[in-house]
């Protein structure tokens, strides 16, 4: 090896690899806090209890238990729709007004597809004293690939509107809040 070779090879290996030149932007839950609603709720009319206590949604199928899980009185759902299939219903419990603006995650069959052609599945996270939405956008989980990717993206609930606080990030960092 000569001294060129030894050069260039010493060069490439002390730089961190393109996936670690970004690095997650400082966004947490507590940095929007809000109170949590502690009063009667409001259930959204498309739950419903069957007669051996399970929940269930509008389309029969097993439902987590209506309770406030985003933004302070807030129900964020995930509903299956079939094999990589998913959609979302954002109800408030207190006045059981529903945010529509949530359907803009939802992925049908075919998977949506990226603008560079990953198929992709999006993961919500929320906490019940935060207005902050992690959405993870897991790429081909439904198409063979040598491995699977995330994207992730910060959203903020303000005025009963899903607002972006960031870019989507070509990575997901891991989060600690309720996923649907």
């Not at 007004?97 to 995650?105: C, E, G, L, P």
Request: aromatic share 12%; hydrophobic share 35%; with cysteine.
């Amino acid at each position: 090896m000569n001294f060129k070779h030894s050069f260039l090879v010493a060069i490439f290996t002390a730089l961190p690899p393109l996936h670690a030149q970004t690095r997650a932007p400082a966004i947490a839950f507590d940095q929007f806090p809000v109170q949590v609603f502690d009063g009667k709720i409001k259930l959204p009319p498309e739950f419903h209890k069957d007669s051996d206590g399970s929940w269930k949604d509008e389309l029969g199928k097993p439902a987590s238990a209506p309770g406030v899980n985003f933004a302070g009185e807030y129900y964020l759902a995930a509903h299956s729709c079939g094999t990589c299939c998913r959609f979302y219903t954002l109800d408030n419990l207190r006045t059981r007004a529903r945010i529509d603006q949530i359907k803009m995650f939802d992925a049908a069959e075919p998977a949506p597809t990226t603008k560079d052609g990953h198929t992709y599945i999006p993961i919500l996270y929320s906490k019940p004293g935060s207005r902050l939405l992690v959405v993870q956008y897991e790429l081909d989980l439904c198409t063979p690939a040598e491995e699977n990717l995330c994207r992730q993206r910060y959203y903020v609930l303000e005025d009963g509107r899903l607002k972006a606080i960031s870019k989507t990030l070509q990575y997901c960092s891991k989060v600690s809040g309720d996923s649907d």
